[in-house]
């Protein structure tokens, strides 16, 4: 008897076989002495001397049941992980097609001048093209406000070539370059953003970098391409973006900032105090509670500007409304 072993590359990356570390994508063929180097069936870990195998040619019993059970565990394996992909598909499209909120909602540009460049032109048109082309919805692109991503935009787009965009077109897409990465919720974490607070009707949570919020207090401003705070909804996807700015008590006795190429609509928080600051399950946000007594509960305590872009969900109050009507529910 002759037994082989093979590795497959759906199965695991590396196997210690005979103390030698084997690692690859090809299907590897090796021979084994079954005496001296037991097929053992084990999912998930390398251990030294084992291995993930199919038994060929005259087999025992106990090989022909092992095989079964790598066939049966890697079936449910690939089931379960098929299972998980059509899931993400689903959860994509229903963020492309569920947003029941979007009566009287407008494009967030005047015009497609996606790069931000001041114009419209072929650049712009191949942006949009390759959001299409990922079939995934993203509410920059989207030229008639519809929750779709596709062919009409492009023609839309199209009808814009050689147009000039407004600088408020250019300050809005220079937002979207600057922060387009943080759909990712943990690309946000990773770059210091920290749940602020829970989960707001009208706003969704709230997580903020702390850092850029104490660099932009009063006198100092905002970076526009850099929010202090986004806005994210319970099942982590981004929404919109935020500027803050600490200022005086109360807020309306300063004028807020002014970052963009016209004035929006900034409003201003009293006495805010947040608790359990960054630990998601426990943050918790309310205002006008005198400082003193939001440090005795060793709360985090400021009075600020703020001003929202509803980017990454088009809001039918408008894209710097204070609120979405939908958002938090
Ligand atoms: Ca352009
Ligand atoms: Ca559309």
Partial sequence: MAPYAFLHRSHLMMHSVNNTVISGAAIVQIQVTMNTYPCQLIFGRCQPASLLCVIAGETTTMENKMYQQATTRNTRLWAGLTGMLISLLLISMVQANDDTCLAGAQPLLSVADFSGDGLVNNRD??????????????????????????????????????????????????????????????????????????????????????????ASAYPNSPEPSMPEGLNYDEEGRLQAVFWGQPTAYPAGSLPPPQIFSQPQMWHGHDNACITNYGLIKHVEYTENINPALCDLISGESGTFHMLHLWLYRLNPAGAFAMEHPCAGE
């Fill in 125 to 214: 048109l191949m942006l949009l093209g390759r959001v299409i082309k990922n079939n995934r919805y993203v509410a920059f692109f989207d030229r008639n406000a519809d929750g779709h991503i596709n062919a009409r935009d492009l023609n839309l787009a199209n009808q814009d070539l050689g147009k000039s965009s407004s600088a408020m077109d250019q300050d809005i897409a220079e937002v979207y370059w600057g922060t387009t990465r943080y759909r990712s919720l943990g690309q946000a974490a990773l770059d210091g953003y920290e749940a602020a607070t829970q989960v707001v009707a009208g706003h969704g949570r709230h997580w903020m970098e702390a850092d850029l919020l104490k």
